[in-house]
């Protein structure tokens, strides 16, 4: 069965610092890839998606993720967080057919 | 509209009562999504549309849940003699068609049943 892990519940990194959030999935297909960000009570806001083609996918607010087969693995990344980005991301797959499946979603805390 | 928007954003039941959610897609977008997220977990999918068509709903829970799109635009997931474990966050999301496609969220309706 199809399945998202996101190992992390939680990370703290310092402002200005680099950052990573880890996504693991378990697809048998190619699959569609997305990350999510939900800041407390909003609704997700698309970061990036990777449907095919390069690995290394940009995304809004200076994110970026990179696709890696082999390591079924779609990992988010930041090189300089911002305090504003402390919220909780979510890594999700979409299955070929309608249905997105969603990790339980890592929170990231910003301390000055 | 500009996004996706639900009604309402908080209701509070009691157990064995009926409830209703709206959710107002993006205008023109023909794909409908519900989920649905429990305190610290990831939205869990509960159904989806294309304009009035319900093509899965695979992910409701019991027949409690029924959900309907009658003019393929304005849907609403109603939830019958609500439990206790119904408590949790209802998303609604649109999109222009057919997958893969970016998925446009709204704020979600939650709810609590005591």
């Known amino acids: 069965a199809q399945s998202v892990t996101q190992p992390d519940i939680h990370i703290t990194v310092s402002e200005g610092a680099s950052l990573e959030l880890r996504c693991n999935y378990s697809?048998?297909?190619?699959?569609?890839l997305f990350w999510y960000v939900q800041s407390p009570g909003q609704g997700l806001q698309l970061l990036l998606k990777?449907?095919?083609?390069?690995?290394l996918v940009q995304g809004i607010k200076g994110f970026e993720a990179e696709f890696k087969r082999s390591q079924s693995s779609f990992n988010l990344r930041k090189p300089s967080v911002h305090w504003s980005d402390a919220a909780e991301y979510f890594c999700?797959?979409?299955?070929?057919?309608?249905?997105?499946?969603f990790g339980a979603g890592t929170r990231l805390f910003v301390k000055a | 509209g500009a996004g996706v928007s639900q009604s309402p954003r908080y209701k509070v039941a009691k157990r064995g009562q009926d409830v209703a959610l709206r959710c107002d897609p993006i205008?023109?977008?023909?794909?409908l999504f519900w989920y649905q997220q429990a305190l610290g977990q990831g939205p869990e999918f509960l159904t989806y549309?294309?304009?009035?068509?319900?093509?899965?709903k695979s992910g409701l829970p019991s027949d409690r849940f029924f959900a309907e799109r009658p003019e393929g635009s304005v849907s609403t997931l109603k939830i019958q003699r609500t439990q206790q474990e119904d408590s949790a966050v209802y998303l609604c999301?649109?999109?222009?068609?057919?997958?893969?496609?970016?998925?446009?969220f709204g704020p979600g309706t939650r709810l609590l049943v005591l």
């Open positions: 549309f294309q304009n009035e068509a319900q093509l899965d």
């Open positions: 999700g797959v979409g299955t070929g057919g309608f249905k997105t499946i």
């Open positions: 205008s023109g977008h023909v794909s």
């Open positions: 697809y048998g297909a190619t699959p569609y």
């Open positions: 990777y449907f095919s083609g390069d690995t």
């Open positions: 999301a649109s999109s222009r068609g057919g997958q893969p496609e970016t998925q446009y």
